[in-house]
Nanobody, 125 residues
C-alpha cells in the first residue's frame, strides 16, 4: 500500500476543509487501521485521528475532538478527514499512514508506516 494525502489549502479561521488519503497498491486496504498525523513547523509530528479497517475503533486527539471527523470508504480505498471550526493552531502539514505496530500508545508515530507526502493546511486568523 502507498498513501497520498490531498485536499489541503488556505482557509480562514472558523472554516472547513476535507482531506483525502488515497491508497494504491495490491495490499488489502480494508484490513488496515488508517491514521492522520500533522506536523507544524518546529514541532514533532502529532497524532490527529485513527480509524480501524472496519470502523469499530475511532480515536481522536483531544485538540480536535468535536471538530474533526475521520471516515473511510474501503471500496474506493480512501480515507478522509473532515475538519471544521479550524483555527490557526491547526496549521500544519497533514499526513496519512497505516498502523504497523500495536502498543497501548496509539498516538506515537513509530507505530505507523507507509507515510506518503503530506498536504499543507494553513489557517489564517
Amino acid at each position: 500500500v502507498q498513501l497520498q494525502a490531498s485536499g489541503g489549502g488556505l482557509v480562514q479561521a472558523g472554516g472547513s476543509l476535507r482531506l483525502s488519503c488515497a491508497a494504491s497498491g495490491r495490499s488489502t486496504f480494508s484490513s488496515k487501521t488508517v491514521a492522520w498525523f500533522r506536523q507544524a513547523p518546529g514541532n514533532a509530528r502529532e497524532f490527529v485521528a485513527l480509524m480501524s479497517g472496519n470502523g469499530d475503533q475511532i480515536l481522536y486527539a483531544d485538540s480536535v475532538k468535536g471538530r474533526f471527523t475521520i471516515s473511510r470508504d474501503n471500496a474506493k480505498r480512501m480515507a478522509y478527514l473532515q475538519m471544521n471550526s479550524l483555527n490557526p493552531e491547526d496549521t500544519a502539514v497533514y499526513y496519512c499512514a497505516v498502523r504497523l505496530v500495536w502498543t497501548s500508545s496509539y498516538y506515537e508515530d513509530f507505530q505507523y508506516g507507509l507515510w506518503g507526502p503530506g498536504t499543507q493546511v494553513t489557517v489564517s486568523s
